[in-house]
């Protein structure tokens, strides 16, 4: 569904990404893996157009998007949950669930997909009014996730989605994830930094270090590598 | 009497600083938006004084149609300088953009300077006036006031239900959650920007009806500085604040100006000036985050 090739980026003049390659298959959870300031945030805002690629190609579902501006692969189907949320904090919870919507292909199907939405998280059915700044960490969380729902994506990538979080809510992030990907049925890039709830949740792993790919394979067999365990996750 | 005088002074004080808040939006949505401080904020209303002074005094059009007329050329230098300039410098160090916009502000006081002279110039437009008893309104100060409000009114429904004005107000709040959202963040900077100059240049008509006197290539200069005073007590990103800003600014400005002239051997003219920015010093020292902002 997602193909990167090569991908060369990065800040300013500091080159961030030295030419990982990677896919992600349709209907699957990709997980990508690794220290922290490896270049993984940079990959997926380079995938989704917010840092400009400077070498290399992505193509999704066959068309090569490596240039296509933001706003059309979100068009595409394509979408993040950013590091950090980045949630429209002024506004109410069903404000920002809405702006989500504001493809014109994602806000004729609005309502349904609300419907889907809060069905998924009733807690943000009650919350709707509040203002979203207003909300707990973990439900703030939920609504980054259900906020990227709302424009109807078919691959969702997600940035360190459990960051912050307490344990058990660590939990329901993971769950989440994986009913997104069974029940919706939507193809999932999972960058974490919490390697062992990633490795069981994801089918595909591939291992990111100082910007490159440094090793790649099935969830179960890098989980069960303890040399690569050891070498590059640290547990 | 003198509470008469101050009074009407702040009659008088009110319907300008409906103008100063209108005069001020500009700036604030463009920070809001940019995160851009336009320095040449001043030269902007500056062109639209000179429409409306060109548009009346060779072609016998009225002011309240120089209003269109500069809100146009506004919107076109916005997107003339967005798209030449700014767009390329909106991730570079906040120093290129000061520098850029003093660039601009300097070019169009030039290329006025070139056209029309440096001399003093006015225009006479005489509507008649409202006499309130403890002030005389002359109708274009009037004309010039609802215009403010107006658009103030116009600017807030834009951003409340159309789909441009709620992704601009996305852009506000968090530019990266706006783009996950599919928001062509370029296109709301372009725009945004595009439509502050718009207000801006409007504005200068605005005030030239207020004063319809003084207009010369330079005179932007003291309207930066009272717009940077405004916006910082309506909270810089803010175009509502800035709006109320400006009404505050304007009864501070006229009713000090009535106290310090019972003073003996004073200027006050001069004084009030210095009073906007002694206010602009405690305001950074005290609220850094503008009076008007309850959060």
Redesign the interface.
């Known amino acids: 569904m997602l193909r990167v090739e090569n991908l060369e980026s990065g800040y300013g003049p500091m080159q961030v990404l030295w030419k990982p390659s990677l896919e992600v298959k349709k209907g699957s959870i990709t997980s990508l893996l690794g220290p922290n300031g490896v270049g993984k945030s940079t990959l997926l805002r380079t995938v989704l157009g917010s840092v400009q690629p400077w070498k290399g190609k992505i193509t999704y579902e066959g068309i090569d998007v490596t240039l296509l501006p933001t706003h059309k692969k979100v068009d595409l189907g394509i979408t993040l949950v950013p590091e950090g949320k980045h949630l429209f904090v002024g506004m109410t919870v069903q404000e920002n669930l809405i702006m989500g919507a504001y493809r014109k292909e994602a806000l004729k199907d609005k309502d349904d997909t609300l419907e889907l939405v809060y069905s998924l998280f009733p807690v943000l059915k009650e919350r709707g009014k509040q203002a979203a700044g207003s909300l707990s960490g973990g439900e703030q969380q939920m609504v980054t996730i259900a906020r990227a729902l709302m424009t109807k994506p078919k691959l969702i990538m997600m940035d360190e989605p459990s960051q912050g979080l307490a344990p058990k809510l660590v939990g329901e992030v993971f769950e989440t994830i994986e009913k997104l990907n069974t029940e919706i049925g939507l193809t999932i890039l999972l960058v974490e930094q919490n390697a062992e709830a990633s490795l069981k949740a994801a089918d595909y792993v591939y291992i990111m270090h100082e910007g490159r790919i440094k090793t790649e394979g099935p969830a179960k067999e890098i989980a069960e590598s303890s040399d690569i365990r050891e070498a590059y996750l640290g547990i | 009497m003198i509470f008469e005088q101050l009074a009407g002074n702040l009659i008088q004080g009110l319907v300008l600083g409906a103008i100063y808040g209108m005069a001020t939006m500009g700036l604030s949505l463009i920070f809001g938006v940019l995160k851009v401080v336009n320095v040449g904020h001043g030269a902007f209303i500056m062109v639209g004084a000179f429409v409306t002074l060109w548009l009346f005094n060779a072609l016998g059009i009225i002011p309240i149609f120089a209003i269109p007329v500069a809100l146009i050329i506004g919107l076109a230098l916005g997107f003339l300088f967005y798209y030449t300039v700014m767009r390329k410098l909106i991730k570079a160090p906040e120093l290129a953009t000061l520098l850029a916009t003093f660039a601009i502000g300097v070019l169009l006081e030039e290329t006025i300077k070139l056209i029309f002279g440096s001399e003093f110039r006015g225009y006479n437009w005489a509507v008649g006036k409202i006499n309130l008893g403890i002030t005389v309104l002359p109708f274009t100060k009037l004309y010039a006031c609802l215009g403010s409000v107006a658009i103030a009114v116009l600017l807030y429904l834009w951003f409340n239900k159309t ?1 441009a004005g ?2 601009m ?2 852009v506000v ?2 530019s ?11 296109g709301v900077y372009a725009l945004s920007f595009a439509i502050g100059i718009g207000l801006t240049v409007t504005s200068g008509v605005l005030l030239t009806m207020f004063i319809p006197v003084g207009i010369n290539p330079y005179m932007g200069g003291s309207y930066t500085l009272k717009a940077f005073v405004i916006a910082v007590l309506g909270g810089l990103a803010s175009p509502y604040g800035a709006f109320f800003g400006g009404l505050v600014f304007g009864l501070i400005e006229n009713g000090s100006y009535t106290l310090f002239a019972l003073l003996p051997n004073v200027e006050p003219f001069a004084l009030t000036r210095f009073l906007s920015f002694a206010m602009l010093l405690l305001i950074l020292l005290i609220r850094p985050t503008g009076l008007l902002r309850a959060k």
């Open positions: 789909r709620t992704a107000r996305s709040e968090d990266e959650g706006a783009r996950v959202c599919g928001v062509n963040v370029d």
